[in-house]
């Protein structure tokens, strides 16, 4: 089911609202139940036979840290136990996720000598693999005292983070649910306003970019020239499609946390507005960068082997955070870019400490990764490699620097729309983009407290009042009159 | 003192909002829900699949029409479903653009299938070929009717043809669909007008505009049409005439055909040929008065080579593009280019003298009481829904049925037997 379906808005949600605050005076097991079952037919919406994988995961991951943890006074025997649930995890995800792109390869390598399987991946498989893996490993660390199959399994299907994230920690949310929920005025009306915003984000504008994407890198991979202009033209609107998708879907995750009273980790801080990759990685996908940097670069031995291994081990999380995306060479280079990126900028960091060199002005160094970012987002859609290099080179090759407004004419037309509701759309995503603070952050502040005093850019918070709730219908009409067709969300394929 | 009544107001704001947000989505969700469920039981927003079964399953009493509201981009996707759920396989179907959808079954012996609208464009040949192969049985015969702006490389690149993204199915969860019906039905209070009887309405017609207009897909993927004077888009030939002096759209002038589309089209029709499909293409004719503006006012030079083209590689082409051919009027027509039953009747007894082998799968002599309506463009419609043609194109045409069409026919090939459990076709 997709946060914006309308079977989702219309009637998931109203219902499941509804039935977990009047259920709320029964006790917490209630709620907790009643959550896990929706959570449940949530994901069996799209396909009713994974529930029982999923299920399957859980129950194996969740008796797989009962050991752990019974077996805590014996490190080699919880060791192994370990080592069995990361096995297990990982045949999993390699299995639905990866087994196909092995054969292509081996395939590739020694002749059609291994047959394709026909393997449906089963949506979130990436998120609640991740999830229960560093669920094993604190567990193993002693970073888990005790848990119950009730709170576990709520806490690996809870709904709003399910198939497409933020990644949560168990330390986010399983203390959260030690507690009733009630309807609080205060996260309900953050939550809404936050989800409106995430939808809006994804239906209006992601969506109305997408056939310019979807048309242009099109046209890339069939191999059709392109000129300058028009890839330009696709590149900036993936850029924005992807940002506008991913970071809606997480507004509307934690929005749907609140109003249930479940607070959620942000998962971007406007990323686009870093002046460096190193802070790029800081603002994108944070709750992916937490458990790359947790259980894959500080185990991997982090920065603390010296400088060489610390650049291998920023390439090895680079390389698998790429794969981690998708069964395909593409993410691979696009990871790789990332990795090649940050050793980049950590060598840049080192040799201006060294030398007490001034930082770059920031326009320059916001320039510099945007635009570093944008060139790499080239491999992360293109279906081919070709299909990628074929809209980079548009950009360097000067045969490209023509003037050809049919080519411009069918890019519009491939939305259906006119130039001046493209022209809109773009206006709308570089203004959202640059101009406005991060929406999550600027309404989960609103629940922090007073935010008088801190910096300027922190200072601004979302408040329950009739300046917020006309932007909200406003917000809404939006939606309403300008929504694009119906598309799946990006993530939900990692 | 000061700092509780602040948290107290704001604690009070807060609920307000939180009451006006929640008040807002139910307001949404009882709107949504009162539109999706009027609409699919009026048969709009029925899946595709169960609007194809109703057209093939309930039609004893009355001849089943489906027309939604949404979108024509679902035609192709109907046609398709049409195509899957026959329980016999049609020997024979048409291909081609919404320029053959005045062609139907009493015009053949053969099990037949109107697929107009499923190939609109050459790129959509994949979607063809795949409803085809995925049926299994597959036609013997395919009449293709070739529109000549196919091979138009400045139209076909400034349309949205070069894919096939403008097929679309019924989808309540498009915002988009979900905005068409609600505009449409706000323009058109009378599409509300079932909402007393919404929980008794028959199966059939299927979608809105059947229901109201009495128009509509056949169970052959024929369509019943009504245009009158009032609702022409065409009158007097004006909007085909200005393409053409506009260079416009369809109408767009070129001296040379666009090699890839034509490419396209041979592609489609060798995959056709290899599945054991016999393929005769033919190009539909355009009215008399619009084919005389093309040769006055532009460059069409283009057609002739794209169909010298398609005959070269061995297509069996007929081209009746210039309406003189066959000997007809203007008012055989819908519009400027696309033919009516009589026309159609015309081209069909042309092409049988043509090709005897065709001649075996047509009813001549439905044809031929057809084609002695001159003069007519709707007489297949008027004769399932009765009513009577008017000169909807402003050109005084004398609408008159001089040789009625036998019901008995019609009936056969569109009313299923009371209980039986065959289908018609």
Known sequence: ??????????????????????????????????????????????????????????????????????????????????????????????????????????????????????????????????????????????????????????????????????????????????????????????????????????????????????????????????????????????????????????????????????????NFLSPYKAASVIDFWRRWHITLSRF??????????????????????????????????GASWNFVIWGGLHGLYLMINHAWNAVRERRSLPHLPRPAGLALTFGGVIMAWAFFRAETLSGALSMLSALVDPSAYVVDKESLKAVVKATGNKTSHVLALFAAAFVITFALPAASAYHLRALDGDARGAPAEFSRTFRADAAHFALFVIVWAAILFASGGANEFLYFQF | MNSSTSSSDRHDFARAFAIGAAALLLALAAGYWLVRIYFTLTGDFLPLSKAAERLLENNERRVCLYMNVISSGTDANLKFELFRRRKRPPELVVLGSSRVLALYQPMFRAPFLNMGRAYQFPAWEREVIDAIDAKGARPRLALIGVDFWWFNARYMRKSRAVSSGGITRIDPNDPRQLRIIVKRSWENPSYWSLLPQMASLPACPVGILARLKNVGYLPDGGVVYRITPATSKDRRFRDSLGRIRRDKGEFSTASAPDERQTGIVLRFMRQLRERGVKVVAYAPPVAPTVYRAMRENGDYSYIERAFTALKRAGITFHDYLDPARLGLEDCEFLDGFHPGDVANALLLLDMARREPQLSRVMDLSFLRRLAANRGMSMAISDALTGRKEGDHLGLGCPKRLSAPLPMEKLSRAYLRPPRSGREAH
């Open chain 1, 1 to 266: 089911m997709l946060f914006s379906s309308p079977i989702f808005l219309f009637a998931f949600l109203p219902v499941v609202l509804a039935a977990l605050f009047s259920i709320a005076r029964k006790g917490l097991t209630w709620q907790k139940t009643f959550l896990l079952a929706a959570s449940l037919f949530f994901y069996g919406w799209w396909e009713f036979g994974y529930v029982f994988l999923l299920l399957l995961s859980i129950a194996a991951n969740y008796l797989i840290a009962t050991r752990i943890l019974s077996n805590g006074p014996n490190p080699e025997r919880a060791r192994r136990w370990l080592v069995a649930g990361l096995a297990l995890n990982l045949a999993l995800i390699g299995y639905y996720k990866y087994f196909n792109f092995f054969v292509d390869n081996i395939n590739a390598l020694f002749g059609d000598v291994v047959p394709h399987f026909s393997i449906i991946l089963p949506i979130g498989i990436s998120f609640f693999t991740f999830q229960q893996i560093a669920f094993l490993v604190d567990a193993y660390k002693g970073k888990v005292e005790h848990t119950n199959p009730l709170d576990y399994g709520l806490f690996v299907t809870f709904f709003p983070q399910l198939i497409a994230g933020p990644i949560v920690h168990h330390s986010d949310v399983m203390p959260q649910f030690a507690r009733r929920l009630r309807l609080e005025p205060h996260y309900f009306s953050t939550g809404a306003s936050l989800f409106t915003i995430g939808l809006f984000k994804k239906l209006v504008v992601a969506d109305g970019l997408a056939p310019i994407a979807n048309f242009v890198f099109g046209q890339a991979d069939k191999g059709e020239p392109l000129t300058a202009a028009v890839s330009a033209i696709g590149l900036l609107a993936y850029t924005f499609q992807l940002y506008f998708d991913f970071s809606g879907y997480s507004d509307m995750a934690i929005g749907l946390g609140l109003m249930m009273g479940i607070r959620l980790p942000i």
């Open chain 1, 292 to 325: 790359l940097r947790d259980y894959l670069y500080i185990p991997l031995g982090g920065n603390r082997k010296g400088k060489v291994r610390r650049y291998i081990n920023l390439m090895i999380t680079m390389l698998l955070g790429g794969l981690w995306h």
